[in-house]
């Protein structure tokens, strides 16, 4: 079809040209006529596609009824001979209801039609609930912190990450585009060129976390794959989001080698819920408030160069102590046992005593090093913890 709208168009062209202009010889003829009948032709084809783009997407008909799909994508009934009006002339709140219940991909493709929607596509306030769905709970401070140095350390502006190689739509439209020097102007009348949306806006954060480019900090529970040596322990990493699987990937930091962990379900990934480095020793500061029965997460490290981990337990009785709550003095020692359940009576990892007046990292090469406490008020932590508690105790 493209073809004989190429011939067509061609010999008409041709022929105004021949009918318009004093006789050439035929040589000359046709060397002033086809860059006429060329450019002519190329720019017919520039409006022609143009016009095709746009009332795909902005002219609709008045609409009966409007329903979204599963892929929340408009689904218009036509009616043949009813007047044409451009999804622009809708009310501004009518407009923004609408954008509000497009998915993040429905607001991609809705930002590629003209700068208009662009603008309103990419504001921060339509992101904003699309990254508290599904990224509040792992977005804390900490990857705050590193976003920020990744936007303050960017040279120029980019598409976020965003692989260039794959690109828009628009570029896939371009590498098919019949005559790739071209590019037609494809901004709602806008003479103006097109620019990438911001780096710090919410979009680019969202989309940066959706394709894995950024790597952020978290906190992962059961390290390598709930490897035996690290249950019910919180380690930090950097990680990155994996859109095909739905699942993560790890980095953890350690002396002399990186390791890095796959297939990471979200339920083992937390916030870091405080900002002790993982090197630096935490200040404790409810050592005073614990009492037998009290959650707690400890650091741990099992030698001074190794950053710590955050191990779960429960506050215990002393030795001293029948574990009766009506004569229990327990709270009102210097003294204070921790237990982790995780391990076998007999385990040099069962039990562990700590001074609540003088605490500080102690312990040795061959047990390792506890260092600062903090105590679980949260229901939500502790049943998280409960949760990743193997079925068996550890030998």
Not at 222 to 227: K, Q, W
Request: include cysteine; charged fraction near 25%; hydrophobic fraction near 35%.
């Amino acid at each position: 079809m493209l073809l004989f709208f190429v011939s067509c168009f061609s010999f008409i062209l041709i022929s105004r040209s021949m009918s318009c202009k004093p006789l050439l010889p035929m040589r000359n003829r046709l060397i002033l006529s086809f860059p006429i009948a060329w450019g002519q032709l190329s720019s017919f084809f520039m409006s022609f596609f143009h016009r095709i783009k746009l009332n795909q997407v902005l002219m609709m008909k008045p609409l009966k009824k409007m329903t979204t799909g599963p892929s929340q994508v408009l689904q218009v009934q036509d009616f043949p001979g009813e007047e044409k009006f451009s999804l622009l002339d809708l009310p501004e709140l009518t407009l923004d209801c609408i954008l509000e219940r497009l998915s993040p991909a429905g607001l991609c493709s809705m930002a590629e039609v003209c700068s208009s929607m662009r603008e309103k596509c990419r504001s921060d306030h339509l992101w904003e609930k699309h990254m508290k769905q599904k990224w509040n709970r792992l977005i804390g401070d900490a990857a705050t912190r590193e976003w920020q140095c990744q936007l303050a350390s960017r040279k120029r502006p980019s598409l976020c990450g965003l692989d260039r190689r794959n690109g828009f739509k628009k570029d896939l439209l371009f590498r098919v585009w019949p005559f790739t020097w071209m590019r037609p102007n494809l901004e709602c009348g806008s003479n103006k060129p097109r620019s990438d949306f911001p780096v710090d806006s919410i979009m680019c954060l969202y989309l940066s976390l959706e394709n894995g480019k950024f790597w952020f900090p978290a906190q992962v529970y059961n390290r390598e794959n709930g490897h035996s040596g690290f249950m019910l322990s919180c380690y930090d990493a950097h990680v990155s989001y994996d859109s095909r699987t739905d699942t993560f990937q790890a980095r953890y930091s350690s002396p002399g080698r990186r390791t890095v962990e796959e297939n990471i379900p979200w339920d083992r990934l937390r916030a870091p819920p405080i900002s002790t480095p993982p090197h630096e020793l935490h200040n404790s500061d409810c050592l005073n408030d614990l009492r037998p029965g009290d959650h707690i997460e400890i650091q741990w490290r099992k030698s001074k160069e190794f950053p710590y981990g955050w191990w779960y337990g429960v506050v215990g009785h002393l030795e001293s102590c029948d574990g009766n709550g009506d004569h229990c003095r327990c709270h009102y020692s210097d003294n204070m046992m921790l237990e982790f359940n995780q391990y076998p009576f007999d385990s040099r990892w069962r039990r562990t005593i700590i001074n609540r007046k003088e605490h500080k990292e102690a312990g040795t090469e061959g047990n390792g090093f506890y260092g600062g406490i903090r105590k679980l008020y949260a229901n939500e932590e502790i049943s998280t913890w409960k949760g990743l508690r193997p079925s068996h105790v550890m030998e």
